[in-house]
């Protein structure tokens, strides 16, 4: 399975962007489509997930009401919503997903199918 982000870049405080991810060769309709991000001298965090299933979605506390996390099931393909960005959000964002839902969605180490990341850059 390979996952394909995309639509990073620099942008300014307060503005928005959007990611996708494109799942080719595996349809992840019963498990956990997410993002996380990095940045620089950090671990990697959660950003956002959806519970494919159940069509319930989360949020790292850091972007809530801020970031939207959303799917496409016709084109295998979720998206990350970001708006009102801080410098704080400059990382590499990642998208990963699993086959089926774990309680603990928020860490990375339940994931085995990882995108390549895309830059994400806030200046203030």
């Known amino acids: 399975v390979q996952l394909q982000a995309s639509g990073g870049g620099l942008v300014q405080a307060g503005d928005s962007l959007r990611l996708s991810c494109t799942a080719n060769?595996?349809?992840?309709?019963?498990?956990?489509m997410t993002w996380f991000r990095q940045g620089p001298g950090k671990e990697r965090e959660f950003v956002a997930g959806?519970?494919?299933?159940?069509?319930?979605?989360y949020y790292g506390d850091s972007v809530k009401g801020r970031f939207s996390i959303s799917r496409d099931n016709g084109k295998n393909t979720w998206y990350l919503q970001m708006n009102s960005l801080k410098p704080d959000d400059t990382a590499v964002y990642y998208c990963?997903?699993?086959?089926?839902?774990?309680?603990?969605?928020?860490?990375?180490?339940?994931?085995?199918?990882w995108g390549q990341g895309t830059q994400v850059t806030v200046s203030s």
């Open positions: 060769g595996r349809a992840f309709s019963t498990g956990a």
């Open positions: 959806i519970r494919s299933g159940a069509m319930m979605k």
């Open positions: 990963a997903a699993r086959v089926r839902w774990t309680v603990e969605y928020y860490s990375p180490k339940h994931y085995d199918n």
